[in-house]
């Protein structure tokens, strides 16, 4: 049985004033229990200008880190006889909370648990989440991605990330500052390229720029025992498809410790990212 209950912030009970904050599911199949919730409260702020945001997030990261420890040590042993309400009542809220409530506990036939969980996200938090179409996938695109998906799969891993790793040529004077990094044997360096260009013959420089710097940074990476992990973003036109398989191919030619990753591979290495983070 797929089980869930929403989070609602509650600005005015006179009024009746509310807005869904989070969301708990639960699922006796699958043996978790989830919380999600929106990483910026933008929406939240623009419709209460009074609010504290940060006293929230603190309230949302603490509901996540209960759900995560729920499913890993205790959960698992409540299965058969769980009941999401008592949980609630037990490790997240009492129901007469002053802002903070979670909604009467519904329940729904037992799917495919992450199509669920997409499903009722998006049902009753995407407004969140909308954003403009024109979004460029750049390296920030990139590492917002990487964010989100590590803040949403499970918040500690995101404290165990190295941050900000300068990489040196010194006597070519090549320096790169890496946002983030993640250990696994080799200190893998998270270097996204964004491809989503404007100009074809972009995509082909920018890829032919990339290869002379990591090239510099070769032999210190061999040195520190760092590995390039190359996280690519394809362009959205069609007709720039060519020159992005090109610069692949420059890539690929590149002589240093790597590993490329395509954009629909993406995901993939983030799930083994926190999988072995959090082993």
């Known amino acids: 049985m797929f089980q869930y209950s929403i989070l609602k912030y509650y600005h005015s009970l006179a009024l009746g004033e509310q ?20 990483r910026h409260l933008k929406r939240l702020s623009s419709v209460y200008s009074n609010i504290s945001v940060n006293f929230l997030k603190h309230y949302l990261r603490d509901f996540e880190k209960r759900a995560n420890e729920l499913t890993r ?59 403009e179409e024109t979004e460029k996938k750049d390296e920030k695109y990139v590492i917002k991605r990487v964010k989100d998906f590590i803040h949403k799969y499970n918040p500690d891993v995101e404290e165990k990330l190295k941050k900000d790793i300068d990489v040196s040529n010194k006597e070519w004077g090549v320096n790169v500052k890496f946002d983030l990094a993640w250990k696994n044997g080799s200190l893998n360096l998270l270097t996204p390229l964004g491809f989503d260009l404007y100009d074809p013959n972009s995509i082909i420089e920018k890829a032919t720029r990339w290869y002379g ?20 973003t394809k362009p959205r036109k069609r007709e720039f498809f060519s020159s992005y398989d090109n610069a ?18 993406i995901e993939k290495y983030l799930n083994n990212l926190v999988s072995t983070i959090q082993s």
């Open 248 to 265: 692949l191919k420059i890539l690929n030619e590149l002589n240093a410790p790597k590993n490329i990753y395509q954009e629909d591979e």
């Open 73 to 131: 040590n205790e959960y698992n042993h409540v299965f058969k006889e769980f009941d999401l309400e008592d949980l609630i009542r037990q490790y997240f809220l009492v129901p007469d909370s002053n802002s903070l409530r979670f909604s009467k506990v519904r329940k729904a036939k037992q799917a495919d648990y992450e199509k669920l969980k997409n499903y009722y996200y998006n049902a009753f938090l995407g407004e969140y989440e909308i954003k």
């Open 19 to 38: 807005i869904n904050l989070g969301l708990l599911i639960s699922s006796d199949q699958s043996e978790k229990i989830e919380f999600l919730n929106p």
């Open 213 to 232: 710097t990591l090239s510099f940074l070769r032999d210190t990476a061999k040195q520190e025992n760092y590995s390039f992990d190359i996280l690519l």
